[in-house]
């Protein structure tokens, strides 16, 4: 199962603090070996300020040894640190809890009045504002992810977008928000720094790219956490190059959660995202694959619908490995079924019970509960023939006479259109009001 | 005194052919007939050739004047009349020219010759006055324009020239008489003028007296005048002192001192006089150089660094100008290197002088004869290489560009000297190239020549080496331009290993790595941005040839090359041609058959194939290019080794474009609005298809078409069959053998490919074509005729339901295919075909709105749109990838659904229109 863990590759792009959730996860999936995946999460959390995790961690790790003295020495640093910062920043906490502030905000019209107001009332200095960022970072390194999102957010209102500090700033938010699980605000926060990116303030194809790159990961968290997050990804790459070119040079991997994404979305933009996806995958087979984007293609490129249940096998283990996914595994299969049944009646009209249970792991009573139920909710053009044991597709037949109603449907009113045109730049009044 | 005649006149043809370079006047050089000219030469010779001659500036404008009687004369036989008269009006403004000169050393008498000529003018004028009436228009109105104004200036010198008319017997003389008599008088002019106007004038700053020849005499010479400024005559005599062996001279250096001066002062004045006459003007005099070669330096002299320094900036001072032998400039360099070797003056002087002896061997390239380019080749390469020794053996030797030139250091470690052995490699690489398109690409010569290329290899290997070594890595403009000439020499090869690494039969590096090292580098570092293009071409190239068709398709989508190559120099744009045509070969293979039709599709289309991929010259029947654009064109020529075979590219066009073709055909065929989507092989089938009586197929393209009608009936057996048999094999086929290869007992390989690709689309045409005569068509049955898999036939017929190409669906039970009949009656089928009339009449009406009336398509709403679309059809109904869609990876048309546009607009409007419309219609239907 280890080939299609994406765990390694996605933690590439990714803070620190928002790997640690995906290792916790690995380490109860027994797909890797124990010690490692402790061993790794101890390598990450070293680096951080969150020291006490870390010793848990090598307790863990290393049950019968002495915890080293460098973590009791870190400790002590860090508390101090916390504790000097914590005095250092009282004026700001203060500020933030006046009750006043969140008004203040909401009503100054851009960050200067901002700042002006806070240094009349609070007696601020612009020099702080740096601070506060410092602060928050502090914060954010020891876990203390919601103070750190409060200072994040002040610093946030106080800079201008062109402040050195404003995009990691930007990042730290969604970072913060990501680990408070607040996917509405998370979701905010996404959208300010797409919209930063896409200004394209780094004059720097490469650094652009990159941006782009986290973003697409760390939105990872939220696709498949918020309630609307599928929808909200399919808006990200569908008929938008940007995002597309990112997929396509830095990270393919990407395509399995969009496949899941598209297959999973409702049903109504389903065909234009699907096809586009079709042809990202198609084009992208060579550099990645793995059971999602191979059960869409067999279903849509080669209509092997055998191999698509074979593959539809895989991907329940896939998803179930799967830290994002793992969350919509129902969904999946469910909408998976059913995208399996839509187009073989596509392409049959006369399909034996059997057969489709077969196709759709179920056994037959309950494939034919299945379909009787499509059919009762109208999703469904056909009857069920239980002598035979076949399912009868309505044939949609296309008569002649539609066809020419087809082809001359529009043909009056463009020919009219045409008139009309003339007719204004001809000038004449009076011709135009006869229409 | 009859020394100073000859040495006199030796000076005058000295100069005179100086004059002619500057002034083209065929004249002076000639008079003198050659055995006159070698008794001076070897006169110098025997004497001291020490001795500097000079002109005086009366010999000047009267040699100036000389010229245009000469041409004058020339003219007269000829009556070429309007030239006459120019002639006759500069050789008027040269003795204006020559007036003060004239009063100042001859008393104001004009010169005899100058008054003869004016007589003779003035009888042939007469003369030719008479019969006036048999010249042409032009001609006779020269005339007499020339007889008015001769009239008019001969009146100044009447008095004079009466005295001549006298003795009649004067004007008959010829050129050599005036000639000599024109030389008796400059004699005795300067005789008059006294000792002070000697002729025979010493060199200043002669560093051979002895042996030296006229040559370097001149250059001397050239060089002093430069200097002559800044630094003052002691100067001279030091160095003078230094180079001059011994004075066997008569005159003492006083006299030649002031001689000097003298003669300074004169050309100073002569170059105000007339700027025709500069420094430049004293070049060599070609008829010195037969004569035995003279030694560089003095016997005894001192040799030593600065010594032959100076040599060679005076050799190759003379570089470039008019007139310079470059074969004796070569010879000289030589020499002066044996010599520099042989008194050991460093490594750092032979370098330069090699530099320099392999500059004079480029310049001497242009002149080359094409049988003698290969012996100058092998020169300048082995000239390069022991430069490139010299350069590895010595580590203490910096050789750069950005060396100033006077801060170079050749006497002791650590040299600098300035140079790039970079440039001259590139230089070196282009004449390879030269010779090669030279030879005739069949010959042995030609075979031997492309062996050198393994040599040049190994000298970039080495130079790369060098640079990396050396303080030059740092350049990273070096660096790139030496690892795009390694690219260059290296994409068009094909490595085995490549392939064998892919089928896992070795293991370690190979030209793929290495070409990604490379262009690697250049992507990130250069900032020329045409070596970036290039290289990326190169690459995409290299990649395809090695079969890494998706690697060479990314290179080529992300590189965005195919919306700006437009506004490439045409070299790139070949390579362009080049690495598309490879990469549609490799698609090919890859069995992406519409991929392969559009990378090859555009130049197939032009129908200028050779042209494009400049692999010969097509014969231009419009417009005939003159030959400067002739040989711009030969110039860019891919040499043969580097060809792509022609047969190869159509071959597989056509195949590609038959695999797309047929089956569209069978699908559409009474579709109005189809459109061919390739007309090259609409046209091949159409010949073929006019022909009363088809034989067996002989050349490539029967082969196709031939392939293509079997096809159309659906019989993939003899599609196939006609397509790869042993013909085609020695044809085409054998190109792709290398590509081959066996693994599981299984076969891969382009015959494969076009094995399977024809069973399908084979089947797919004769669904298209025979679906109406079937009511169900059973699937295994289809599976047994086409050899094919079941699931195969299966997933072919499911796509072409899917896809709505075929009205049908599949009953699952008898695993049959239930063919929907749908097919119209045929007024139905009339009235369809009418509805798409009416449509197409529609959109043209459109059209002709836009462009007529409304100055520009987009004002029109949807229209508009709409007719954009129209025009793409066949592209839009194919799932990803007309041809521009293709190649915007990432910003893919999103424009399909731009005919829903059309719903917008009021429909309660114009029912009357509607109305007449119809009525319309209905007249057509009857019509019909």
Request: with cysteine; net charge negative.
């Amino acid at each position: 199962m280890a080939q299609y863990d994406l765990t390694s590759k996605i933690s590439q792009n990714l803070d620190r603090h928002l790997v640690a959730p995906l290792l916790e996860f690995i380490a109860g999936q027994n797909i890797y070996n124990q010690q490692e995946v402790l061993q790794s999460k101890l390598d990450l959390l070293v680096e951080t300020k969150m020291v006490d995790y870390a010793i848990d961690v090598f307790k863990k790790l290393h049950p019968e040894k002495e915890i080293p003295p460098k973590f009791m020495e870190k400790r002590t640093k860090v508390v101090e640190e916390y504790k000097s910062v914590q005095e250092s920043s009282k004026p700001i906490t203060a500020i933030l809890e006046s009750a006043e502030l969140a008004e203040q905000i909401s009503n100054s019209r851009d960050y200067r009045q901002l700042v002006e107001y806070l240094a009349k009332a609070h007696n601020f200095k612009p020099e702080m504002i740096d601070s506060i960022y410092d602060y928050a970072k502090l914060y954010y390194e020891c876990g203390d992810y919601s103070t750190a999102s409060q200072y994040l957010n002040l610093h946030n209102e106080l800079v201008p977008s062109s402040d050195k500090n404003y995009l990691s700033g930007l990042w730290g938010k969604l970072a913060c928000n990501i680990l408070l699980h607040q996917w509405e605000y998370g979701l905010e926060d996404f959208e300010k720094l797409k919209t930063f990116i896409d200004e394209d303030p780094f004059r720097n194809a490469l650094q652009t790219l990159q941006q782009r790159t986290w973003l697409l990961h760390w939105g990872l968290y939220l696709y498949f956490n918020h309630t609307k997050g599928w929808d909200f990804l399919l808006d990200l790459l569908s008929n938008n190059a940007k995002y597309l070119n990112v997929i396509q040079t830095t990270c393919p991997h990407i395509l399995r959660y969009w496949a899941t994404a598209v297959i999973i979305s409702k049903h109504s933009r389903h065909s234009s995202a699907m096809k586009e996806l079709v042809a990202v995958i198609q084009q992208e087979t060579y550099t990645y694959k793995d059971p999602i984007t191979e059960f869409i293609k067999c279903l849509h490129v080669n209509f092997d619908f055998d191999g698509a249940q074979q593959k539809l096998k895989e991907c329940e283990r896939v998803l179930s490995n799967d830290f994002f996914l793992i969350s919509c595994y129902n969904d999946f299969i469910d909408h998976a079924r059913l995208m399996i049944f839509e187009t073989f009646c596509r392409i049959h009209q006369c399909i034996s019970i059997g057969m489709l249970a077969e196709k759709l792991d179920m056994t037959t009573d309950e494939a034919e509960r299945w379909i009787v139920n499509l059919i009762r909710n109208a999703r469904l053009d056909a009857k069920l023939d239980s002598k035979l044991g076949h399912v009868v597709m309505g044939t949609s037949k296309i008569s002649p006479y539609q066809q020419i109603i087809g082809k001359t449907e529009f043909l009056n009113m463009r020919s009219q259109v045409l008139a009309n045109s003339v007719a204004r730049k001809l000038g004449d009044k009076s011709s135009y009001q006869i229409f | 005194m009859s020394k100073f005649y000859a040495q006199g006149s030796g000076s005058e043809s000295s100069g005179s052919s100086s004059e002619d370079d500057d002034n083209e006047a065929p004249v002076p050089s000639k008079p003198i007939p050659a055995g006159k000219q070698t008794v001076y030469i070897s006169d110098d010779d025997e004497e001291d050739s020490g001795k500097r001659v000079v002109r005086s500036a009366k010999e000047k404008r009267y040699e100036e004047m000389l010229g245009h009687v000469k041409k004058i004369k020339n003219f007269k036989k000829n009556n070429d009349m309007s030239n006459i008269l120019d002639c006759f009006e500069d050789l008027i403004k040269a003795h204006q020219k020559a007036l003060p000169v004239i009063v100042k050393e001859e008393n104001g008498s004009t010169p005899l010759f100058y008054l003869k000529t004016l007589g003779q003018m003035e009888n042939y004028v007469n003369q030719q006055w008479e019969n006036k009436k048999n010249m042409s228009k032009i001609n006779s109105k020269c005339l007499a324009t020339l007889r008015q104004k001769l009239r008019k200036y001969n009146k100044d010198f009447e008095e004079e020239l009466l005295k001549y008319r006298d003795n009649p017997e004067l004007l008959d003389d010829d050129d050599d008489d005036l000639e000599e008599k024109q030389e008796a008088r400059d004699e005795s002019g300067s005789e008059s003028e006294g000792e002070k106007k000697e002729k025979k004038l010493k060199k200043p700053s002669t560093k051979k007296p002895k042996d030296d020849n006229e040559s370097d005499d001149s250059i001397d010479w050239g060089s002093d005048s430069d200097e002559s400024s800044s630094s003052s005559d002691e100067d001279y005599a030091d160095i003078r002192s230094k180079f001059l062996k011994k004075t066997t001279d008569k005159d003492d250096a006083k006299e030649k001192k002031k001689a000097d001066r003298d003669k300074r002062m004169q050309r100073k004045k002569l170059a105000k006089d007339d700027d025709l006459d500069d420094g430049e003007g004293w070049s060599v005099v070609t008829g010195g150089a037969q004569v035995e070669r003279p030694k560089m330096f003095p016997k005894d002299s001192e040799i030593n660094t600065p010594a032959v320094i100076k040599k060679l900036a005076e050799i190759t001072a003379i570089r470039g100008k008019k007139g310079t032998d470059r074969r004796e400039q070569i010879d000289l360099l030589n020499e002066l290197e044996t010599i520099a070797s042989a008194h050991a003056l460093g490594p750092a002087v032979q370098v330069k002088i090699g530099f320099a002896i392999v500059a004079a061997l480029f310049d001497y390239s242009l002149k080359v004869h094409e049988l003698q380019k290969v012996q100058y080749w092998i020169k300048l390469i082995d000239k390069i290489n022991e430069l490139l020794n010299l350069a590895i053996a010595h580590k203490d030797m910096k050789i750069d560009e950005n060396v100033p030139e006077d801060s170079e250091e050749m006497e002791k470690s650590p040299y600098r000297v300035r140079s790039c052995l970079m440039t001259v490699f590139e230089r070196m690489d282009e004449e390879f190239l030269k010779v090669l398109k030279e030879l005739d690409s069949h010959s042995f010569e030609y075979v031997e020549r492309v062996q050198d290329e393994r040599r040049i290899c190994e000298m970039l290997e080495r130079l790369l080496t060098y640079i990396i070594s050396n303080h030059l890595a740092e350049d990273k403009g070096i660096m790139c331009r030496a690892y795009y000439k390694k690219i260059e020499h290296m994409y068009y090869k094909f490595d085995v290993r490549v392939l064998k690494k892919k089928r896992g039969e070795y293991n370690g590096e190979t030209s793929v790595d290495e070409m990604q090292r490379l262009a690697g580098y250049i992507y990130a570092f250069d900032t020329t941005d045409r070596l970036r293009t290039r290289s990326i071409l190169c690459h995409i190239y290299h990649h395809a040839l090695h079969d890494n068709w998706f690697e060479a398709r990314d290179l080529i989508l992300m590189s965005h090359l195919q919306e700006v190559i437009q506004h490439s120099d045409p070299t790139t744009q070949i390579m362009y041609n080049r690495a598309m045509v490879q990469l549609g070969i490799c698609a090919f293979r890859h069995e992406s058959v519409l991929d392969s039709h559009n990378c090859l599709a555009d130049l197939m289309m032009s129908g200028r194939v050779k042209e494009l991929l400049a692999q010969g010259l097509m014969p231009q029947h419009r417009h005939d290019r003159s030959p400067e654009q002739e040989k711009i064109e030969r110039s860019r020529q891919v040499p043969f080794h580097m060809q792509l075979s022609l047969d190869v590219i159509e071959c597989v066009y056509l195949v590609s474009a038959m695999l797309i073709e047929v089956p569209y055909i069978a699908e559409h065929e009474f579709d109005a609005k189809r459109r061919p989507i390739s007309k090259t092989f609409y046209h091949q089938l159409r010949t073929l298809e006019k022909q009363s009586l088809t034989g067996p197929a002989e050349s490539m393209r029967e082969h196709v078409v031939a392939s293509a009608r079997h096809m159309k009936k659906g019989d993939w057996r003899k599609c196939y069959n006609a397509l790869v048999n042993e013909k085609m094999d020695r044809k085409v086929w054998h190109y792709f053998a290398i590509y081959e290869y066996t693994k599981d007992e299984k076969q891969f390989g382009v015959k494969e490919m076009l094995r399977r690709k024809i069973r399908e689309e084979s089947l797919r045409t004769y669904l298209f074509t025979y679906s109406n005569v079937y009511d169900s068509v059973s699937i295994p049955r289809l599976a047994e005729m086409y050899e094919m898999e079941f699931q195969q036939v299966h997933s072919v017929v499911a796509k072409m339901i899917i896809n709505q190409e075929l009205a049908a669906s599949m009953d699952e039970p008898t695993k049959t295919v239930v063919l929907h009949r749908t097919e119209p009656t045929r007024l139905q089928c009339m009235l369809l075909q009418l509805s798409d009339k009416v449509n197409i009449l529609r959109e043209t009406s459109d059209r002709t709105f836009e462009t007529k009336l409304q100055g520009g398509p987009g004002t029109m709403g949807p229209g508009s749109k709409g007719r954009q679309f129209n025009r793409m059809d066949w592209k839009n109904r194919r799932p990803n990838q007309p041809r521009g869609d293709h190649h915007n990876r990432g910003d893919r048309d999103h424009n399909r659904g731009g005919d829903r546009d059309h719903n917008r607009g009021d429909r309660n409007r114009g029912d009357r229109e509607h109305n007449n419309r119809d009525r319309e219609n209905q007249r057509e239907v009857v019509a019909h």
